[in-house]
């Protein structure tokens, strides 16, 4: 069975595979993906909220508080009280935005513990579905990266007769209807009947500066997994980075890579950038003792003075990626080739 997550998860798709007419299509938006639930748990200490993420905040000094305004791990976000006012009280998920190419600048505003008011004014909390209560609340294990959690019921009663809500299994385009009616700012959903026109607007969203697109079926239901009719289509952007050292390897999804390299540790304008996806023939060590090292100490870096059978440290290493994290550095960031000097 699918693993359980808080929120549906929007894969990528291939723009040849996936650009099927009769999809809902929107643009991608440069955001932060949060849910609002409507306010109800707002002032609350964080801890008391089922479905806080509490795995980490032995790190806060300060006593942590929910805003009612949450991550896709279930961390709160701390905007300013003007702001969370004026939310209507409705149940939603949706992006933070404050623009095309702005998606660090918002970073920046988003994560500060206390939130600086005018820095919130340009940003939109723009809906773009309603979650299904009782699959996103209802009893069970969750479980995404960091976030693992058991839900016993009672977090669907907490929302049940406080706020509008969606417990009802509804497809897509009635969810967009009952959005529009209940929520300001909504992402502009436009049914395309044909692939050229999907390939049109895919351009002119790109050419205009904005990431890609998003297909939604009319037909998906929302459940708390990988969506099977739901796709994010972007461009494949290429950089670069100066090899500063590697990431031993380790049994994973990356195939068996232990006593190999992992990954390599790339300077990336000034941050760290980890990139993997070599071949097998690139992930080989110099020495025989590197090897063994490298099995001895699985998924850490390697000493400084490590070196590969294709690689050395200072070389430029051009890598692929299709979006930016919120740290703003790229997101599985995959290996293209090795940058030779013009």
Not at 67 to 91: I, S
Not at 157 to 181: M, P, Q, S, T
Not at 184 to 199: A, H
Request: with cysteine; hydrophobic share 40%; charged share 25%.
């Amino acid at each position: 069975m699918a693993k359980r997550q808080l929120l549906q998860k929007i894969g990528y798709g291939k723009e040849t595979m996936s650009m099927a007419a009769g999809y809902l299509v929107s643009e991608k938006l440069d955001g932060i993906r949060v849910f609002w639930d409507g306010g109800v748990t707002r002032g609350q200490p964080k801890a008391d909220v089922p479905w806080a993420n509490t795995e980490k905040d032995d790190r806060f000094v300060k006593k942590q508080v929910s805003t009612g305004l949450w991550t896709k791990d279930g961390h709160p976000v701390y905007a300013p009280d003007y702001w969370l006012d004026a939310l209507p009280k409705v149940f939603v998920e949706g992006e933070l935005y404050l623009g095309r190419g702005l998606f660090e600048k918002l970073v920046g505003i988003a994560r500060k513990q206390t939130p600086v008011g005018h820095e919130w004014q340009g940003v939109k909390l723009v809906a773009f579905d309603a979650p299904h209560v009782l699959e996103m609340l209802g009893p069970g294990k969750v479980s995404y990266r960091n976030y693992n959690t058991m839900f016993d019921g009672n977090a669907v009663d907490l929302i049940f007769g406080e706020v509008a809500c969606i417990a009802e299994h509804l497809d897509f385009e009635e969810r967009a209807k009952w959005l529009a009616d209940r929520w300001p700012t909504c992402v502009d959903q436009r049914l395309l009947f044909s692939t050229g026109l999907m390939r049109q607007f895919f351009k002119e969203v790109t050419d205009s500066g904005g990431e890609g697109i998003v297909l939604k079926a009319r037909s998906n239901f929302w459940t708390p997994h990988l969506a099977k009719n739901a796709f994010k289509i972007v461009p494949i952007h290429t950089s670069e980075g100066i090899l500063k050292g590697f990431k031993t390897g380790k049994v994973g999804k990356e195939g068996r890579t232990l006593g190999k390299i992992g990954s390599l540790i790339l300077d990336w304008g000034g941050k760290r950038l980890d990139v993997s996806g070599m071949d097998a023939p690139l992930r080989e060590f110099e020495t025989g003792a590197m090897e063994t090292w490298a099995e001895e100490h699985p998924g850490v870096d390697a000493p400084s003075d490590f070196s590969g059978d294709f690689f050395d440290v200072g070389m430029r290493v051009q890598f692929e990626y299709k979006e930016l994290s919120a740290y703003g550095v790229p997101k599985n960031a995959r290996y293209k080739r090795i940058r030779h000097e013009d």
